[in-house]
């Protein structure tokens, strides 16, 4: 299966909002309503944000909010922390009970 | 408070195996699966496959097939990834994470994961 589609990196200022888009296709992302996001900090393993598109789970920050249109799913997070500054990827479920990653997007607060 | 804890790292020959434990704790091991995610040096998440705790049904993906067992043992709690034929291009990051769907749902995203192991393939 093919990695879903992240941009590289994006970045904000402090108490900015950014958007971090992901693209799959009609087999994954467009198929299901089951995309994840995950933040990762270097030399720390993955922290899942959000579930099934849009959910929060316990402890993570209402900053953090996610949506989906059609073969995109995306992550915003705003009011940007220096603690936000991570990597980011989102995943979704796919045919075969596949789960296929993004390639991952490096945020920097500036 | 859910657990995952997984053994140290490693350094193996081209063409050895590396087997990686996960010990799960602070829930019913048997109510969830494992999945299996890696890392390689700078690169992005790799989905490898899951391995359901309540009766060991596996789903991996087509890379890794023939070259992967992912295995559970209810009395202790703990969940195995054994890699076999192992090339270069395995030196990677190995993470285990509790897939948050119930026995016999989606498996749509993963709730808590381990720390990772360091699997190291060099001659």
């Known amino acids: 299966q093919s990695a879903l589609t992240q941009p590289a990196s994006v970045s904000g200022s402090p108490g900015q909002s950014v958007t971090i888009s992901c693209t799959g296709t009609?087999?994954?992302?467009?198929?299901?309503?089951?995309v994840s996001w995950y933040q990762q900090h270097p030399g720390k393993a993955p922290k899942l944000m959000i579930y099934?598109?849009?959910n929060r789970p316990s402890g993570v920050s209402n900053r953090f909010s996610g949506s989906k249109s059609a073969n995109t799913a995306s992550l915003t997070i705003s009011g940007l922390q220096a603690e936000d500054e991570a990597d980011y990827y989102c995943?979704?479920?796919?045919?075969?009970?596949?789960?296929?990653f993004g390639g991952g997007t490096k945020l920097t607060v500036l | 408070q859910v657990q995952l804890v997984q053994s140290g790292a490693e350094v193996k020959k081209p063409g050895a195996s590396v087997k990686v434990s996960c010990k799960a704790s602070?829930?019913?091991?048997?109510?969830?699966?494992i999945t299996w995610v890696r890392q390689a040096p700078g690169q992005g998440l790799e989905w490898m496959g899951w391995?359901?705790?309540?009766?060991?049904?596996?789903n991996y993906v087509q890379k890794f097939q023939g070259r992967v067992t992912m295995t559970t043992d209810t009395s202790t709690s703990t969940a195995y990834m054994e890699l076999r034929s192992l090339g270069s291009d395995d030196t990677a990051v190995y993470y285990c994470?509790?897939?948050?769907?119930?026995?016999?749902?989606?498996?749509?995203?993963?709730?808590?994961w381990g720390q990772g192991t360091l699997v190291t393939v060099s001659s």
């Open positions: 994470a509790r897939i948050a769907s119930p026995v016999g749902a989606t498996p749509s995203h993963f709730d808590y």
């Open positions: 391995v359901s705790a309540y009766n060991g049904n596996t």
């Open positions: 099934d598109v849009s």
């Open positions: 995943s979704s479920y796919s045919s075969y009970s596949y789960v296929v």
């Open positions: 602070g829930y019913t091991f048997t109510n969830y699966a």
């Open positions: 009609s087999n994954d992302v467009g198929a299901y309503n089951y």
